[in-house]
């Protein structure tokens, strides 16, 4: 059974940077397409951002285009989404999960991902 943790959260200002890891245990996720989603209180889960097995095909929410990049090292089981240029609208918390299927149509469900792990927090001040 895969393990995830992430790291690399904080608490920064507008227009900074961060960079979450994701590093798994157990099965290797070479196997499977990642995706990363985040959820602020009150609100609904958001897909943030998924990667295909082999790291080439990416894709992203509307909300984070443009200042967020999604990457994978599949010899070193990790996966890492580098946050530019931070806005306040970003604070929420981060959450790494395992997409076994990888199907193009429905990649921004969280149906459809498993082996969740327990989150980073990001909190992005005025």
């Known amino acids: 059974q895969v393990q995830l943790v992430e790291s690399g959260g904080g608490l920064v200002q507008a227009g900074a940077s961060l960079r979450l890891s994701c590093v798994a245990s157990?099965?290797?996720?070479?196997?499977?397409?990642m995706g990363w989603f985040r959820q602020a209180p009150g609100k609904e889960r958001e897909f943030v951002a998924t990667?295909?097995?082999?790291?080439?095909?990416?894709a992203y929410g509307d909300s984070v285009k443009g200042r967020f990049t999604v990457s994978r090292d599949n010899a070193k089981n990790t996966v890492s989404l580098q946050m530019d240029r931070l806005k306040p609208g970003d604070t929420a918390g981060y959450c790494c999960?395992?997409?076994?299927?990888?199907?193009?149509?429905?990649?921004?469900?969280?149906?459809?991902?498993?082996?969740w792990g327990q989150g980073a927090q990001v909190t992005v001040s005025s």
């Open positions: 990667i295909w097995r082999a790291g080439v095909n990416v």
């Open positions: 999960a395992v997409n076994p299927l990888g199907r193009t149509g429905v990649y921004r469900r969280p149906s459809e991902y498993l082996n």
């Open positions: 157990g099965p290797t996720l070479s196997d499977s397409a």
